[in-house]
């Protein structure tokens, strides 16, 4: 950190959801990083819920969990992807917490008598957590996304608590930026403005003017068209940036940099400009991206499969195990809940590998044990990543231990070989919100083992989200037929990673890699499966 006093970012959204303020945020954030700022990135959400942990997939897309244990909103796992920088609990922070912090002082009387209200109450307590970043003393910029759209009822109190926090650090001190959408009308061949300036108006309505407007379209935008907007909107010509549809996501920062946006950005936070950004290294991976040398096929087996955004860090670690090995990867998304015996070879037997994604509950379980048999059988590379990783337990104990009821205590509480089972300290909680295994714990990996060669090193930390273990009891049988503990947690002796040396590539974890992986750190699991599936397909055509 270079400045004594962080500067402050709001990026909020305005004409329609899912625009893409995420990754506008983390572009940013990469390109102030690239000018040598020290930058983080938080969430605010606007719905009730304490945090997304409760959510189903198919609400918001996946469920992502930093280092420190939070079950976050998915767009924390952009900024980390973008950045490299890891979150925390600190950095996504929902209605439902705030009014939970709120209600919890006024229990303890900590009001002393005052009626509690939305303003001042509410929005010093959003404008408390928007800071609390501030007291790490690590950070230059903090840059603040706020959730859903301008307008909507829930986001009030949000844009309110960013009216008065800009009006109390000063006019240099923050910038806010708002990303709207420029519909292309197929009927009369023209872009429209109108809604880009009834949401500007909606943000002046409630004291904010913005000084930057990014606007999302399917198609360039006239320097005309950017003028009439800068005009309508109060803002600087220059400060009008486009942000049309690109072939992967990893350019945004790139577009966002050919049309200066740090510049402005520095311009407007009264912040000097020194270094030239470093973005080489950016651009070398969006050009192995978009040359793959080969394309390969991989299944993803869960049963979230409509919605890819249900598994977006896993399909982003693909991306980035891709680029690493030269291809492309297709992922394949097939519903567990429709594969069976009948079926599988014609669902998966063309692939170069199989993941079989985590999950909770009994639904489609039966597809994915199925998904393992046929990989284990086959000899075809596969990873299996939590639940993924229980299942490729189940079907090993079933099929060749021959423990024909084995299960998952989970899905069987009365099976007699629960070769997954309950952890200890789980049995006994009942409230479903942050009480699984959460966040960052070491595993040591074995010697001798593919997961070791992966990762180089043999205490590595890796991010957990589950309630359920490898049962210890019945390791002895799994490890006389094939079938190891590569990875253990040194201190509680927890089976973390299950292999099977045999096989080609067959490797279990009840960890999620997924979660760190990263632009400048790929993971090396993900790396080392595609490497595996590349061979593989290589070895077919022989
Ligand atoms: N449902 C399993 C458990 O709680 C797996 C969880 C997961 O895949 N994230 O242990």
Known sequence: MKLSKPKYIFVTGGVASSLGKGIISASIARLLQARGYAVTIQKLDPYINIDPGTLNPYEHGECYVTEDGAETDLDLGHYERFTSITTSHANNVTTGRIYQSVIEKERQGDYLGKTVQVVPHITDEIKRRIQLL?????????????????????????????????????????????????????????LKTKPTQHSVKALLENGLQPDILVLRADRPLSSDLKRKVALFCNVDANAVMESVD??????????????????????????????????GSLKAFIEKIKNPKRTIDIALVGKYTELPDAYKSISESFVHAGAVNDCKVKLHYVNSEKIDASNVEEKLG???????????????????????????????????????????????????????????????????????????????????????????????????????????????????????????????????????????????????????????????TQ????????????????????????????????
């Open 134 to 190: 501030a007291q790490r003393k690590e950070f230059d910029i903090i840059i603040t996304e706020i959730g859903g759209t301008v307008g909507d009822i829930e986001s009030l109190p949000f844009i309110e608590a960013v009216r008065q926090l800009r009006y109390q650090l000063g006019s240099r001190n923050t910038a806010l930026i708002h990303l709207t959408l420029i519909p292309y009308l197929a009927a009369s061949g023209e």
């Open 246 to 279: 690109v072939p992967t996501i990893y350019e945004v920062p790139l577009m966002m940099h050919s049309q200066h946006m740090e510049q402005v950005v520095l311009d407007k936070l009264d912040l000097p400009s020194e270094q030239e950004p470093d973005l």
């Open 350 to 508: 063309k692939m170069a590998g199989i993941l079989v994604a985590p999950g909770f509950g009994s639904r489609g379980i039966e597809g994915k044990i199925e998904a393992v048999h046929f990989a284990r059988t086959k000899g075809i590379p596969f990873f299996g990543i939590c639940l993924g990783m229980q299942c490729a337990v189940i079907e090993f104990a079933r099929n060749v231990l021959n423990f024909k009821d084995a299960a998952s205590t989970e899905m069987e509480p009365s099976t007699t070989h629960p070769v997954i089972d309950l952890m200890e300290e789980q049995k006994g909680i009942v409230a479903k919100g942050g009480t699984m295994r959460l966040g960052a714990y070491p595993c040591s990996l074995q010697p001798g083992s593919k997961a070791l060669a992966a990762y180089g090193t043999n205490l590595v930390y890796e991010r957990h989200r589950h309630r359920y273990e490898f049962n210890s009891e019945f390791l002895p049988d799994f490890e006389a037929h094939g079938m190891k503990a590569a990875g253990v947690n040194p201190e509680s002796g927890l089976v973390e990673v299950i292999e099977i040396p045999e096989h080609r590539w067959f490797i279990g």
């Open 511 to 542: 960890y999620h890699p997924e979660y760190k992986s990263t632009v400048k750190k790929p993971h090396p699991l993900f790396v080392a499966f595609v490497a595996a599936a590349v061979a593989y397909t290589e070895e077919q055509k022989k």
